[in-house]
C-alpha cells in the first residue's frame, strides 16, 4: 500500500512538471535562422571570396605555373623518352620529382595560409551575423532563437532568415 501511495505521488508530481514545463513552453517566443541560407546571401561574403582571391592571386599563380611544368615535362617525358639516353631521362626525372616537391610545399603553405585568412574573415561575417540576430530578437521580444539546421519543423513565420540577411547587407 506504502508503494502505491508513493507511486501515485510520484506519478502526478511528473504530471504536474510536464504540465508546468509546457505552459512555460507556450509562454515562449522562438525564432529559426537559416545560418548557411545567411551567409549565402549577404553581399559580405562575396566581398570576402573575392578579397581573398586578390590577396593569394600571386601566389596561385606560382603553384598554377608549377602544376604546368609538371605536367610540360611528364609529357615529354612520354613523348620523348624512347629517343633519350638513360643519363636525360634521370634528369628529366629528378627534375619533375623536384618541382612536385616544390609544388606540394608551395600549394600546402597557401591552402594553410588561404584557410586561415578564410576562417579569420568569416567569423568577423558570423559576429555581424549574431548581431543582427541579437537586434532582431531584441526588437521582436524573441525569447530563443534557433539554428534551422537544429530544427526539424518549423512554422514559416518564425523564420527571420530573411530579415537577418536584410539586416546584415546594410551593414559594412
Known amino acids: 500500500m506504502k508503494n502505491f501511495i508513493k507511486s501515485v505521488v510520484m506519478t502526478t508530481a511528473a504530471s504536474g512538471m510536464l504540465l508546468a514545463s509546457s505552459a512555460m513552453a507556450a509562454d515562449q517566443s522562438i525564432a529559426v535562422v537559416n545560418f548557411q541560407e545567411v551567409m549565402g546571401k549577404i553581399p559580405q561574403t562575396a566581398a570576402l571570396m573575392q578579397s ?7 601566389e596561385k599563380a606560382v603553384v598554377t605555373q608549377l602544376e604546368k611544368d609538371i605536367k610540360y615535362f611528364q609529357e615529354k617525358k612520354k613523348r620523348d623518352g624512347a629517343l633519350m639516353s638513360a643519363k636525360e631521362k634521370e634528369e628529366l626525372d629528378t ?25 579569420e574573415e568569416t567569423n568577423k561575417i558570423l559576429a555581424l551575423v549574431r548581431q543582427a540576430v541579437d537586434n532582431i530578437a531584441a526588437k521582436e521580444d524573441y525569447d530563443l532563437v ?15 532568415t530573411d530579415k537577418v540577411v536584410e539586416q546584415v547587407s546594410k551593414l559594412k
Not at 581573398?52 to 600571386?58: M, P, S
Not at 627534375?95 to 576562417?119: C, E, P
Open 52 to 58: 581573398l582571391e586578390a590577396e593569394f592571386k600571386d
Open 95 to 119: 627534375k619533375i620529382a623536384s618541382l612536385f616537391q616544390d609544388y606540394q610545399v608551395k600549394g600546402k603553405a597557401l591552402q594553410q595560409k588561404a584557410n586561415q585568412r578564410q576562417n
Open 146 to 160: 534557433l539554428s534551422q539546421q537544429a530544427v526539424v519543423f518549423s512554422k514559416p513565420d518564425v523564420v527571420i
